[in-house]
């Protein structure tokens, strides 16, 4: 399994092209999707949106999709937005 | 509109909460704590919650949520409003506003703390009592709380548990019984596309959503696109949920008050039936709030006698899902509008401009043999009328400055231990904005010398046969064009011996001066001048009240003070009602028109022989029925070559700080309203002339500054001296 990557700590507007760019390489290399969340104090809106779709591409594509040791900021605002078990569900 | 705009819309209706919260505490003071009065306050501070919600105020929106658990107790009636609660409620609301104060940058965040324990106190207290006299409704009993279950099973007065009948004791014991008379609101909440634009966050509304008792909240993504069309930009997520019932449906549309095209449907339907919401409880499957902070106080939940008398099931009054978002904001909405300062300064510049053109043409068809046709009369009535109603738009109530006069007593209340009664008359007053915006400085600071230097303390108030609290009446009323604003005190009243001899003492008067209790008085307004004991850090350090007079003077208003030893002080404060157009005289020096403000003008006069008498080169004293008052020859102080032959010249009487002057011109040539213009914006700022004019003939007239000509005269006299 591919070591998993990062996710920055702040999570907003700004950092979602980057995230956006991140996974789709890794889907384009056709690599399994294995996220940190461990250091996530903020999650917004735009970047929810990169991560799930994200997570539809791994699924229809039959990759591994996990956010592994959600901070419980992380946590908190996935499950406020209604989405907790959807990204912390396990492989897509 | 971008995000920026929209804050600073959210930090205008914070400071109008603000003015409404102040009012209504100033009723709850009076004793008058009604039902609508207590829901104004909750609605100001949760309005101020869910704005602060969304633009990221976490520490205003933590502290107004603290502050509105309170106040919900309040307004539901769990909490009773005492003496001590208001107190704890105004401390709250002092620090609320400077909580919206460190959110617009305006200082640092306040230290909350202490405010929020006796919140929390204020809260607690309240709690445990009515739980003794109702039943507390099983929605909110802790479901491994043996006891709390137990005491579910005691017959309360109302829900009495039939003695006989088991199955109905056991429904007691089901949790949705209270909730289910109350239909949940459904909310369906998609932002719009470029929600994201200017740095808006949607999650931020949801968070507050939640804090207010969100639940169900469901994902709805059809709308995300895959991954490689998938533009960062842009919003694609909606949401449904549902919210409790007691949230009103305003509060809910409240949190999405700055945001503009997100679609947003809030409506009530009928709840599930009992089995299914008690099912759901049981497995533990209903969603409970996320991210609600751990407030200190735990809003009661709806006794079952006021869910028996909640709202008849949806069916009989369905909420129209399709009913218009906020109508009764709308109403309100279309009553007011908000417009930038700016463009209103641009239309009130244009339309001085245009008084100034009419007068203007008024004066080309006059040289024509034209003037006093009716289409001219007209003209000039709808210019003037046109000018007074532009310039009311910039007036505002006098109220914008006094809402902010309790809290200043309160903090000197508890700075000096002294008690004061506050009486604020005046308060719809209008007076021009600009006039509002720079009166706040001066008029705190004779409040502060009031209540440090007036107002006893209560044992040297009982011991002077007085009440133990101080009076201190604030008031404000137009009167002759002018705008009149008191500050009195039932104090100790100025003490003129003390004045006089600290005044010799400090070099501002000769030992051996004659002044009258009027001049003695007017030396606290001299610079440096103190009598207090010992320097405060309420009243500054003795070099307040000249720069009161000087901000007042700046304003082209004038400060008296009467007083009566032992019996209390009284400070007036005379302002014009606008600065923007002035009633003077024109009259010509030399060659040079001047317009001297009528509002200084007592009287004008030819100087009879014998009347005048000349002291030195420059000085004069002209005999007005006994009363010996300084000549000002304009010509000579401004430089101007003027008619020197007293015989030939008008003396104009005008009153001043300083008392009364004659001003010495060559002739009047008319009496009218005039556009003030800025030298200082325009040329640079002149001693003795205040501002400029055009007239009708296309001259620029100066206007004078009469209490600047007066004291440049005494200059040069002292200094020829």
Redesign the interface.
């Known amino acids: 399994m591919a070591n998993p990557e990062q996710l920055p700590a702040v999570l907003?507007?700004a950092a979602?092209?980057p995230l956006?760019d991140l996974?789709?390489e890794r889907?384009a290399d056709n690599e399994p999707i294995i996220l940190d969340g461990s250091a996530v104090s903020q999650?917004?809106?735009?970047c929810?949106?990169?991560l799930?779709?994200?997570r539809?591409?791994a699924g229809s594509r039959e990759l591994t999709f996990i956010i592994n040791n959600p901070s419980e900021a992380l946590s908190?605002?996935a499950?406020?937005?209604?989405?907790g078990e959807?990204l912390f569900a396990g492989e897509a | 509109m971008d995000l920026d705009a929209i804050q600073q819309m959210f930090f205008q209706e914070s400071e109008e909460g603000l003015q409404a919260l102040e009012s209504c505490f100033g009723l709850c003071r009076e004793g008058a704590d009604d039902a609508e009065t207590i829901n104004t306050i909750f609605r100001a501070v949760h309005s101020i919650k869910g704005g602060a919600g969304a633009f990221g105020h976490e520490h205003l929106q933590a502290f107004a949520h603290h502050y509105e658990g309170v106040l919900d107790q309040l307004r539901s009636g769990t909490l009773t409003m005492t003496p001590a609660l208001l107190d704890v409620l105004l401390a709250a609301f002092d620090i609320l506003t400077d909580h919206v104060a460190a959110a617009r940058g305006e200082r640092s965040t306040p230290d909350d703390n202490a405010v929020l324990a006796a919140l929390a106190g204020a809260g607690g207290e309240q709690h445990a009592a009515p739980a003794e006299s109702v039943a507390p409704a099983a929605s909110v009993a802790p479901a491994d709380d043996f006891d709390a279950l137990l005491g579910l099973l005691e017959p309360s007065p109302a829900a009495p548990a039939p003695q006989d009948d088991f199955d109905a004791l056991l429904s007691l014991l089901e949790p949705a019984a209270a909730p289910e008379a109350a239909p949940r609101w459904q909310i369906s909440v998609r932002?719009g596309g470029d929600?994201?634009a200017n740095?808006g966050?949607?999650?931020l509304l949801?968070?507050e959503l939640?804090r207010m008792g969100a639940t169900n909240?469901?994902?709805e993504?059809p709308g995300?696109?895959?991954?490689?069309e998938?533009d960062?930009?842009r919003?694609?997520?909606g949401?449904s949920?549902e919210m409790p019932s007691d949230v009103s449906k305003d509060d809910i549309e409240a949190v999405f008050e700055f945001v503009d095209g997100w679609q947003l449907q809030v409506h009530q339907e009928a709840t599930s039936s009992l089995a299914e919401t008690a099912a759901l409880a049981e497995s533990g499957s209903v969603p409970e709030p996320?991210?609600v902070e751990a407030a200190p106080v735990i809003p009661l939940p709806i006794a079952p006698a006021q869910a028996a008398s909640a709202p008849a099931p949806v069916a009989s009054k369905p909420a129209p899902a399709s009913a218009p978002a906020g109508e009764g904001a709308a109403a309100a909405a279309s009553a007011t509008i908000r417009v930038e300062l700016d463009k209103l300064d641009r239309l009130v510049n244009l339309v001085g401009e245009l008084v100034i053109t009419q007068a203007m043409l008024a004066q080309r068809l006059s040289e024509h043999g034209l003037a006093g046709n009716s289409e001219l009369t007209s003209l000039e009535n709808l210019t003037r009328e046109l000018q007074e109603s532009a310039m009311s738009i910039r007036a505002q109530p006098m109220k914008t400055v006094f809402n902010r006069v309790p809290r200043i007593i309160r903090e000197l209340e508890a700075d000096t231990g002294k008690r004061v009664r506050l009486q604020l008359d005046g308060e719809m007053t209008e007076v021009d904005k600009t006039v509002v915006e720079r009166i706040g400085e001066p008029l705190t600071h004779l409040i502060r010398n009031a209540v440090d230097h007036g107002i006893e303390s209560p044992e040297e108030r009982l011991a002077a046969g007085k009440s133990e609290d101080g009076m201190l009446r604030v008031g404000a009323e137009q009167r002759s064009g002018r705008i009149v604003i008191t500050v009195a005190d039932d104090g100790r009243g100025i003490d003129r011996a003390r004045v006089r001899a600290k005044a010799v003492e400090r070099g501002i008067v000769a030992s051996d001066a004659m002044l009258s209790d009027e001049e003695i008085d007017n030396l606290i307004f001299a610079p440096g001048f103190s009598t207090a004991e010992k320097v405060s850090n309420i009243s500054g350090r003795g070099v307040g009240m000249d720069v009161v007079r000087r901000n007042v003077q700046a304003l082209g208003g004038r400060i008296g003070v009467s007083s009566r030893f032992g019996s209390g002080a009284s400070f007036t404060l005379s302002l014009p009602l606008t600065l923007a157009v002035l009633d003077g005289m024109i009259v010509k020096v030399g060659e040079q028109t001047f317009v001297v403000p009528l509002g200084n003008i007592v009287e004008s006069l030819r100087a009879q022989p014998g009347q005048l008498n000349h002291l030195a080169d420059d000085a004069a004293i002209l005999d007005v029925r006994g009363a010996q008052l300084p000549v000002l020859p304009i010509g000579a102080l401004l430089g101007i070559p003027a008619q020197a032959d007293p015989d030939s010249t008008v003396m104009i009487v005008v009153d001043t700080d300083a008392g009364q002057a004659v001003i010495m011109v060559d002739t009047i040539e008319d009496q009218r309203q005039v556009v003030v213009k800025s030298l200082e914006a325009n040329y640079r700022a002149i001693p003795g002339v205040s501002g400029a004019t055009i007239l009708g003939d296309g001259r620029v007239a100066l206007i004078l500054d009469v209490e600047g000509v007066l004291t440049q005269a005494r200059r040069r006299q002292a200094i020829a001296a």
């Open positions: 907003n507007s979602a092209q956006l996974l789709k889907l999650l917004g809106q735009a929810l949106q990169v799930l779709g994200a539809a591409a908190m605002m499950d406020m937005a209604g989405c959807l | 932002p929600a994201f740095g966050e949607p999650l949801l968070r939640s909240v469901a994902l993504e995300l696109p895959p991954i490689e998938l960062v930009q919003s694609y997520l949401w949920l996320v991210g």
